[in-house]
């Protein structure tokens, strides 16, 4: 790249460590600075991850003329909020999943970044991972033959705490926008938007959802069905079925794992066969890259992550969320 890039972090939450061992990956990212709610939170932050600056206040980091990017990583309810701070300031936003609480909230933020000329991205890490990408290109290439049925679930016990971000419907809670993402994610990937969608789910005592069901039908004929749960431990697989075979990601699928093919064979089934991928890092080094490939190149949206794609995902995770609130 011509330039190194000035990366930001608004916020020093859990995931925001994640994503600064990432950077440690790329050459080209300049571990810059890093805001939390306290400068003492901060300045542990800065150091541990080995960034320049440390500020006491986002207000603050975003005034900084030397921030080319920031990352987002707040809490769920506060992305929108976050992201059209970033955007007005003139940042180029990368924000953690899901991109904001409702669909309005990510018209509102593109429709910032086109008027400011500003970079955005949502950051769905897994989108961006060698494993994935290369599940979708062995599907693309009639490894499988035609697909069928894709069959995703992701699932762990989170203990429960009604103040913790997991369970707090202030703090955009429930297992369906923190996990279930990762599931509704795949099969929008594969096929596209689905045509009809079916929900049923288990709410939490603080009434976000617990445990979730959902099934999809996609214009092509294809059938997800998918499940996310704070409360009960899952095999966190997915599998696609094709008459030809089927390709699963094993567990933990959403992040870099081990990728296999079983060929159908009449009624036999052949060996089961591992797919090479080559991977580094914790895999926020992914989309990291992606976005200072795209300010490289002065685009405001990425070609692989789009706005659309996003615009999509969320109308989904909308009615998904509605649909499982209706069922309790």
Partial sequence: MEKKYNWAILSAARIANKFADGLKELPDANRYAVAARSLERAEVFKETHGFEKAYGSYEEMLADPNVDVVYVAT??????????????????????????????????????AKEKKVFLMEALWSRFLPDMMQFKTEVANGIIGKPSLFQCNHGFVAPFNPSHRAYNPELGGGSIPDIGIYAIFMPLYLFGKPESIQVTAVPAPTGTDWTTAILFKHKGGEISVLTSSFQLNLSNDAILHGDGGQLKLHAMFHCPTKLTFQKNNGREVEKEVEIPIQSVGNGY????????????????ESPNMSWQFSLDLMDILDEVVRKAEESY
Avoid: R, W
């Avoid at 309810?77 to 309005?104: I, Q, R, Y």
């Fill in 285 to 300: 080094n992914y989309e990291a890259a992606e976005v200072m490939a795209c300010l490289e190149k002065g685009v405001l």
């Fill in 75 to 112: 809490t769920n309810n506060l992305h929108f909020k976050h992201t059209m701070m970033c955007l007005e300031a003139g940042k180029a936003v990368l924000c953690e999943k899901p991109f904001a609480s409702d669909l309005e909230q990510v018209k509102q933020m593109i429709a910032k």
